[in-house]
């Protein structure tokens, strides 16, 4: 699964010039229907190709743009592996391709820029996390997508345990700074008592945070932890990754798998993005109350015109 960054989808965007065609084509994730989907690019390149032609498009621009449309086809190793839909962007420079998550109508359009309004589903709503599994014993990182079985992924300097983390010193910068206490105030948790223990946990903590942030610095996707009390509180205390959802996958994670932890994140990731439209509405009354929101398009485009627009929201399933 490919799902653009914010900017390749700016680089789409912002694209204009003739012959510009995008293609939008469902497809299985199990690669067991491929042959069929290379007929059906090969059959909506020749649709875009007499689009192509019928405007007037310069021969040049035409046999660019059949070339690297039928190179496509005939890839067969990219053939292998699919989503849910292929959307494929190209134009005399080259082509671009999206293996998306979500399953768009069958479409091919030819203009003087690129189609990405289909797009925007997957962009918006990526259904794409990481989960950590956390426990006093244990940690893992998963990558989960909606078409492809989680991964797990290798983090160097990850604690393998509570026990490990325990011999381990932190480095300046992971918030672990020795603090000044009034004289005869200072206490020391004694061994084997619960502060003691807690100070082992939260040290674990914050080794997995540290080891965590150089992969997750470029990311802006949801991380929902799975893990039990007092595991998952003290995690959240030292987290500094700013997309932490407040919803976990309660239990022990020792004792469930790769599959059935991202089977339990599904209904998470459904109530983090209701919960970012939900804002998004109640946002958006409060701006049209003030003045600051409209809904007529001749407006839109005025205020696009001189940069005074700052989130657009638009109905995917209409044209206008």
Known sequence: MDIPTTAGLESLV???????????????????NSEAERIDLSNLTSDAIDQLEAADVSRSVVSAIDESLA????????????AQTLA???????????????????????SDRFYIKPLLRTFTFPQTAFVLAISQN??????ASPDLPPTRIDIPD?????????????????????????????????????????????????QINQALAPL?????????????????????????????????????PDTKSDAELV???????????????????ALFDTRRAQGRAVTDLADVARAATIGAVDTLLIDIEQSI
Do not use: C
């Not at 190179?71 to 699919?82: A, P, S, T």
């Not at 949801?222 to 987290?239: E, F, Q």
């Not at 459904?270 to 439209?277: E, G, K, P, S």
């Open 14 to 32: 912002d694209w204009r010039g003739p012959g510009s065609v995008s293609i939008y084509l469902p497809t299985e994730p199990d690669g067991q």
């Open 71 to 82: 190179d496509l086809v005939d890839d067969g190793e990219f053939w292998r592996f699919q």
């Open 88 to 110: 494929v962007f190209v134009n005399e420079n080259g082509l671009v391709s999206f293996r998306l998550p979500n399953r768009l109508p069958r479409a091919v359009e030819v």
């Open 138 to 143: 244990a940690v893992r990182l998963l990558s």
């Open 158 to 206: 990850l604690p393998t345990g509570v026990s490990e983390a325990g011999g381990k010193t932190l480095t300046p910068d992971s918030g672990n700074r020795p603090r000044l206490m009034p004289r005869g105030r200072g206490h020391r948790a004694r061994p084997g008592s619960s502060g003691d223990s807690k100070l082992r946990i939260r040290q674990y903590a914050r």
């Open 216 to 252: 997750l610095g470029g990311h802006d996707i949801p991380l929902v932890l799975a893990g039990t009390t007092p595991m998952i509180p003290i995690y959240r205390s030292v987290n500094s990754y700013p997309h932490l959802t407040e919803d976990v996958i309660a239990g022990n």
């Open 263 to 281: 089977a339990e994140l599904r209904p998470i990731l459904d109530r983090v993005y209701a919960d970012d439209l939900a804002n998004l509405r």
